[in-house]
């Protein structure tokens, strides 16, 4: 049981835009950053937002974040075939002293 | 560019510890705003964050697994370390290392992953 709770999967349209929400509570989302990771099959997770819709260089703008309270949002706009992937959300929990993730969104894009 | 290699046995029998070895090239260790961490991964699973150490070697570890867990950084060879005692089947994953930001709590580099199993 995850403490971040993300959906199991999404699926959207080539060109469409998507959103996968992440839920946490007081201690976690709701006063630390949220950080979002991309793992396509078989590699490694790559870092894709941080400290507030932060991008890493390379990461392109279809990419964004929000946050509202407890809960944060990681839209894709202009979906493409190879957005194919696991997406997950962590954040730092100050409760528990813990780096904490969520359980994971597959996005099909159809 | 920052690059993390895991290195370590693949195999590891029940009651046993696990020991993996992540080597840094394109940066060094000490960082004022860096710590360096391990996440896991087990099969079909998601991700788990195990700890992080400083470059000073002060560590901290997820409460679930504090008892069990030590982490140390060898400065000379530019690698940190992650050990994990008594192991059994659900500590089977893909153990990650990582660079860990500390301001906000993110993972920005990561090595490939290495699989290590729990089996006699």
């Known amino acids: 049981q995850s403490v971040l709770t993300q959906p199991p999967s999404v699926s959207a349209a080539p060109g469409q835009k998507v959103t996968i929400s992440c839920s946490g509570s007081?201690?976690?989302?709701?006063?630390?950053?949220v950080s979002w990771y991309q793992q396509l099959p078989g590699t490694a997770p790559k870092l894709l937002i941080y400290d507030n819709n932060e991008r890493p260089s390379g990461i392109p703008d279809r990419f964004s974040d929000s946050k509202s309270g407890t809960s944060a949002t990681l839209d894709i706009t202009g979906l493409q075939t190879g957005d194919e992937a696991i997406y997950y959300c962590?954040?730092?929990?100050?409760?528990?002293?813990?780096?904490?993730f969520g359980g994971g969104t597959k996005l099909t894009v159809l | 560019q920052l690059q993390l290699q895991e290195s370590g046995p693949g195999l590891v029998k029940p009651s046993e510890t696990l020991s993996l070895t992540c080597t840094v090239s394109?940066?060094?260790?000490?960082?004022?705003?860096?710590?360096w961490g391990w996440i896991r991964q087990p099969p079909g699973k998601g991700l788990e964050w195990l700890g992080s150490?400083?470059?000073?070697?002060?560590?901290f570890h997820s409460p679930s697994l504090k008892s069990r867990v030590t982490m140390s950084v060898d400065m000379s060879k530019n690698q940190f370390s992650l050990r994990l005692r008594s192991v059994t089947a659900a500590d089977t994953a893909v153990y990650y290392c990582a660079r860990h930001h500390n301001s906000g709590s993110f993972f920005d580099y990561w090595g490939q992953g290495t699989l290590v199993t729990v089996s006699s």
């Open positions: 394109g940066a060094s260790i000490p960082s004022r705003t860096h710590y």
């Open positions: 007081s201690s976690n989302i709701g006063i630390n950053y």
């Open positions: 962590g954040t730092w929990d100050s409760s528990l002293s813990a780096v904490v």
């Open positions: 150490v400083y470059h000073s070697g002060s560590p």
